[in-house]
Each structure stands twice: as C-alpha cells, then as structure tokens.
C-alpha cells in the first residue's frame, strides 16, 4: 500500500471453478475461499464453509477504501510482524498482521499523533488446514470481537498490544 500498489484481483474465490482436469473430475485446488459445490458434487459438505483466508481478505478489501491516505505503524523489527493503517473521510482502520508462530508484546506507535476512537476489534487466528478461531454470525461473515475501543497516539504516545501467532487484527471506526 505504502508504494502505491492500488488493488488486487482473488482468482481463485471458489474452488468449485477449479477442478483438476477443469471438469469431470473431483480433485480439486483447494485455495479458495469455500466451494459451492462441496455437498452436491464433491460430496464433502463441509467445503461449502468459508475458510479462514476470507476473513483478511474481505477485511481489508472492506476497511482500507479507494482513496484512503495510507499511513506506515512504527513496529519492533519481528518476524512475520506488519501493519498498516488509513484514513479516509476522518474514519480510521489499523491492520495488524504475525505470520509468524510466535507472540509478540508490541508498543504500536501511529507516525499520525492522534487518537481513534469508536473502534471495532476484528480478530482470527490460524490454525491447522482450515481450522482458525474468530468471532462470525449466523451466516458466517466477520464480526467484532470487541466494539467501542479507542487507540490514543497523541504526543507519540504508544499502545500496548499482544499479538498472537498466526493472527490478524483490524481495528476501525469506519462503517
């Protein structure tokens, strides 16, 4: 974002579209984000739930709009540690990110010295295949497990924050 990377394309969305042999077969590219067809065609009715990679994904897509300010977090230098953050229309979204197996206890430090308040929380965790652990409704889509937070980092102050491995975080008051 930071280096003026404007968008993406998820091709491979639903692994109903990518058999193996691109038809008859029932092998399929599991990298999507669920398949349709899991039940009917597949007969694997539990591949019809969304996996944990659509949590981010649709996250970010949501929360950092066209047209944000992009802003870079001041982060310790950790392995599979990043964030970012934006703004737009006086609104605000942090994503956070630990690729990594290990947690972290981090100062977040914003090079914008405001506070953000109004925040809702966001956040899953990996776990093995397509096990992860985040708060969803009934229909399956994120929602947060904390609402009404608020990020002070006025007069370079910092929030202390844990990060735990195989996590992602988004924080925002946008709507």
């Given amino acids: 974002m930071l280096a003026g990377y404007a968008g993406a394309i998820i091709w491979g969305l639903d692994d109903a579209q990518y058999n193996i042999d691109g038809g008859s077969s029932t092998e399929l590219k599991r990298w999507g984000f669920w398949n349709i067809l899991g039940a ?14 659509f949590y981010p994904m649709s996250l970010l897509a949501r929360y950092f709009p066209a047209g944000s300010t992009i802003y870079d977090m001041d ?8 964030a970012i953050a934006a703004e737009k229309n006086g609104k605000y979204t942090i ?3 630990n690729s990594h197996l290990t947690e972290y206890a981090i100062n977040l430090k914003m090079e914008a010295q405001l506070a953000i308040n ?6 899953y965790l990996s776990h093995s295949g397509s096990d992860f652990t985040g708060a969803v409704n009934n229909d399956g889509f994120p929602v947060p497990l904390a609402s009404d937070l608020s990020f002070d980092f006025s007069d370079d102050a910092r929030h202390s924050f844990i990060v735990k491995g195989q996590s992602f975080h988004l924080f925002t008051n946008m709507e």
């Avoid at 982060?75 to 990043?82: A, D, E, F, T, V």
């Avoid at 109004?118 to 956040?123: F, K, Q, T, V």
């Fill in 118 to 123: 109004g925040l809702d929380h966001y956040e």
């Fill in 75 to 82: 982060l310790p230098n950790k392995r599979g540690l990043r």
């Fill in 95 to 97: 994503a956070i990110v």
């Fill in 40 to 53: 009917d065609r597949f007969e694997n009715p539990d591949d019809v739930n969304i996996r944990p990679w």
